[in-house]
Nanobody, 131 residues
């Protein structure tokens, strides 16, 4: 069983920056797709950014590309999301998620950003951007 614990987030004015982090435990930090999702009230959960613990290209949602950066520290089993030029529409609960690449779900950019393809989830951390 994989456990994911997010931290960070908070409140910021539009144009500001925030970061969130996710510590993964209870599994070998290898061959996993690690992703950030977000969900605003009344809206579906959407993919924000996806990385692979074994390295390789990162997938970003069009709405955050150029403003958000995902990174990972494999030695610390930690996934980060740095958010710049934040907008009020970025306000949401941000979730960390993971799935073993061997399950074969994340075979394309759209599938990597689909929440239904992830098995493990954190509890979420709130990001609020005021105008």
């Amino acid at each position: 069983q994989v456990q994911l614990v997010e931290s960070g987030g908070g409140s910021v004015q539009a144009g500001g920056s925030l970061s969130v982090s996710c510590v993964a435990s209870s599994y070998t930090y290898d061959s996993y797709y690690m992703a950030w999702f977000r969900q605003a009230p009344g809206r579906e959960r959407e993919g924000v950014a996806v990385g692979y613990t074994g390295g390789g290209p990162i997938t970003y949602a069009a709405s955050v590309k150029g403003r958000f950066t995902i990174s990972q520290d494999n030695a610390e089993n930690t996934l980060y999301l740095q958010m710049y030029s934040l907008k009020p529409e970025d306000t949401a609960m941000y979730y960390c998620a993971a799935v073993w690449s061997g399950e074969g779900y994340c075979t394309s950019s759209p599938s990597k950003l689909s929440p239904s393809n992830y098995r493990f989830w954190g509890q979420g951390t709130q990001v609020t951007v005021s105008s």
